[in-house]
């Protein structure tokens, strides 16, 4: 039986007065992919942030490899295996496609194994080996999610939460990101992912949750999920 990697219990986020989480459930297992879906403004965003550190929650528990993290710093959280690609990528735009993946090896000392895993990211996406040279800011949209996505894989996650990353992509692009994150699955790395694409993110995941106003409203197998008439009329469009 897999152990639970990640577990956030009765997790709750408010800032600027508003009660952006209400208090939910969520784990994720080793060697899991788990989608989170719902409508824009659903909680998901900030639910990843509280996880790695970025926002501290107002009640509740996350526990990451059987220990709390509350007071957690983000930095520690990715030395930990724990990893963020952000909605929006923020990839450094005057920095080269090569710069960039080394900034996310930036907690490692390991040179020999960082440079094993720099050919690892460039075998897993051809395309930034091409452009290694190239600054992070001339790279198309789906070059620079690859990019954001390369970067996190540099840190070695153990666990990594993937913000929206087909958001504003082309359909082809999106469909390599999507096989690209299966192949980082793949890997060993488990993977927490938020999808506006709600059909695409249940078809790879092993299971899902939805949330709707910062409450988590439904939890099953992924296929489960694609199935459920609810799911179905309010997230795929039937």
Do not use: W
């Amino acid at each position: 039986m897999n152990v639970n990697l990640l577990e956030a219990k009765n997790l709750k986020v408010s800032y600027g007065g508003i009660n952006a989480v209400k208090g939910i459930d969520l784990e994720v297992k080793e060697g899991e992919l788990v989608a989170l879906i719902g409508a824009n403004g659903a909680g998901k965003t900030t639910t990843l942030k509280a996880l790695c550190g970025l926002l501290h929650p107002s009640g509740g528990q996350i526990h990451y490899r059987g220990e709390s993290i509350l007071h957690t710093p983000p930095h520690r959280l990715v030395g930990q295996g724990l990893a963020l690609v952000p909605e929006g990528r923020g990839i450094f735009g005057r920095l080269t496609v090569e710069e960039n993946l080394a900034m996310g090896a930036y907690s490692r000392d390991d040179a020999a194994a960082i440079r094993t895993d720099l050919e690892r990211v460039y075998h897993l996406f051809p395309r930034l080996a091409e452009r290694r040279r190239q600054s992070g800011g001339t790279l198309s949209g789906g070059e620079q999610q690859m990019l954001a996505i390369g970067r996190a894989v540099m840190s070695r996650p153990k666990l990594l939460l993937l913000d929206e990353p087909s958001m504003g992509l082309a359909p082809l692009m999106v469909q390599k990101i999507f096989e690209t994150v299966l192949a980082v699955a793949k890997e060993g790395v488990t993977l927490l992912l938020v999808e506006q694409n709600a059909k695409l993110a249940l078809e790879i995941s092993h299971r899902g949750y939805v949330m709707e106003s910062g409450l988590v409203t439904l939890a099953d197998e992924a296929k489960a999920l694609l199935n459920n008439p609810q799911v179905r009329k309010a997230y795929l469009g039937e």
